[in-house]
T-cell receptor, first 114, second 112 residues
Framework: AQSVTQLDSQVPVFEEAPVELRCNYSSSVSVYLFWYVQYPNQGLQLLLKYLSGSTLVKGINGFEAEFNKSQTSFHLRKPSVHISDTAEYFCAVSTMDSNYQLIWGAGTKLIIKP | EAQVTQNPRYLITVTGKKLTVTCSQNMNHEYMSWYRQDPGLGLRQIYYSMNVEVTDKGDVPEGYKVSRKEKRNFPLILESPSPNQTSLYFC???????????FGDGTRLSIL
């Protein structure tokens, strides 16, 4: 069975500093990988996805993620964060074998310090 | 505007009183799903539907029912709600299962 681990429940970072949010998954088959963002009191919005092809994926709002099959990771990065990036970020994985059921990490709260 | 609409957005009710949360999408998506979100647990899937009249259990289906009589609607039914179903619920849809899901704004349920 698939599982997703987001190692940090909270990540505090100063404004304009770089940030990396970590995501590791376990699966014995090919995976599709997603990062979603949830702003306070809102639903979830897709940041970026990896379905196949290039392992470096660029998303909205300047975020990018790299799929590393050997390390079973899909870490999210941004070179310079803004106060508006304050949100909770969720990593999710799905596979064809599981009828594309999304398995979610517990989320990482990104806290931007002025 | 493409959207997933959930109603109600907020509901406080009592144990045992049947309730339905509606979900409707206007994107002609085949795949629809219900999740609950609890602090520290992320999202957990309750039920999903690959197409009309096709539904299947997710990770936490106990105490919930769904139906998919039309493509656009996927209501979530709590026949006899209990306090442990107090949570934030999201409906989502996608064109097919491997495509990104579009989420509704959420329904916050409190069962007293």
């Amino acid at each position: 069975a698939q599982s997703v681990t987001q190692l940090d429940s909270q990540v505090p970072v100063f404004e304009e500093a770089p940030v990396e949010l970590r995501c590791n998954y376990s699966s014995s088959v090919s995976v599709y990988l997603f990062w979603y963002v949830q702003y306070p009191n809102q639903g979830l919005q897709l940041l970026l996805k990896y379905l196949s092809g290039s392992t470096l994926v660029k998303g909205i709002n300047g975020f990018e993620a790299e799929f590393n099959k050997s390390q079973t990771s899909f870490h999210l990065r941004k070179p310079s964060v803004h106060i508006s990036d304050t949100a909770e970020y969720f990593c999710a994985v799905s596979t064809m074998d599981s009828n594309y059921q999304l398995i979610w990490g517990a989320g990482t709260k990104l806290i931007i310090k002025p | 505007e493409a959207q997933v609409t959930q109603n109600p957005r907020y509901l406080i009710t009592v144990t045992g009183k049947k309730l339905t949360v509606t979900c409707s999408q206007n994107m002609n998506h085949e795949y629809m799903s219900w999740y609950r979100q609890d602090p520290g647990l992320g999202l957990r899937q309750i039920y999903y539907s690959m197409n009309v009249e096709v539904t299947d259990k997710g990770d936490v289906p106990e105490g919930y029912k769904v139906s998919r009589k039309e493509k656009r609607n996927f209501p979530l039914i709590l026949e006899s709600p209990s306090p442990n179903q107090t949570s934030l619920y999201f409906c989502a849809s996608s064109l097919v299962g491997d495509q990104p899901q579009h989420f509704g704004d959420g329904t916050r349920l409190s069962i007293l």
